[in-house]
């Protein structure tokens, strides 16, 4: 079965500074991998997503991800923290080629500090 | 714009009392979900509707019902909610070759 692992359920970073919200995942088969953020009272909205061609995936808001085969890793990374980045983060995984079905990650919540 | 709506936005009901959620979508995609998300919880899928075959996690409690009838809409149906049951909801949509969801902002279940 696949499932991801999100290291750090609070990060805390100052404005201006690199933001690193790590993921794992298992998967038996090559995956999908997603990045979502999630604002208070919200839906989530799709940052980025890797479906097996470039291994460094650039998203919206300045956001990139890195997919690590031998580090079964899919960490996200922002150069430089905006205090509009504050939000609950999902990595999330899927076998898009047997289903449609997405698992996410329990979510780290991002404090931008001033 | 093409998106996912759901109304209403909140919705407070009383323990017992059936409820029912909306979700519409203008993206044509053929596949809609709904998902469970309770505080600070990542969201948990009850089932799914590939163009008009119903699939059901197999923990989805049976108090939970959904119909699709139609491409655009889709509603969520909780039977007799208890207060475990209030949730934030998430529909979410997506299509063969369209790898990722498109989400609605959510209905917040309350229940009293």
């Known amino acids: 079965a696949q499932s991801v692992t999100q290291l750090g359920s609070h990060v805390s970073v100052s404005e201006g500074a690199l933001v690193l919200l790590r993921c794992n995942y298992s998967s038996s088969v090559p995956p999908y991998l997603f990045w979502y953020v999630q604002y208070p009272n919200q839906g989530l909205q799709l940052l980025l997503k890797y479906t097996s061609a470039a291994t460094l995936v650039k998203g919206i808001n300045g956001f990139e991800a890195e997919f690590k085969k031998s580090e079964t890793s899919f960490h996200l990374t922002k150069p430089s923290a905006h205090m509009s980045d504050a939000a609950e983060y999902f990595c999330a995984v899927s076998d898009w080629s047997r289903d449609d079905k997405i698992i996410f990650g329990k979510g780290t919540r991002l404090h931008i500090l001033p | 714009d093409a998106m996912v709506i759901q109304n209403p936005r909140y919705q407070v009901t009383q323990f017992g009392k059936p409820v029912t959620l909306s979700c519409s979508q203008t993206?044509?995609?053929?596949?809609m979900y709904w998902y469970q998300q309770k505080s600070s919880q990542a969201p948990k899928l009850l089932f799914h509707?590939?163009?008009?075959?119903?699939?059901n996690e197999a923990d989805t409690p049976d108090n939970f019902q959904s119909r699709r009838p139609n491409t655009s809409f889709c509603f969520l149906d909780i039977r007799s909610p208890g207060l475990g049951d209030a949730a934030m909801y998430l529909c979410?949509?997506?299509?063969?070759?369209?790898?990722?969801?498109?989400f609605g902002s959510g209905t917040r279940l309350t229940v009293v």
């Open positions: 993206l044509n995609h053929n596949v």
């Open positions: 509707y590939y163009d008009k075959d119903f699939n």
């Open positions: 979410a949509t997506s299509s063969k070759g369209v790898y990722g969801y498109t």
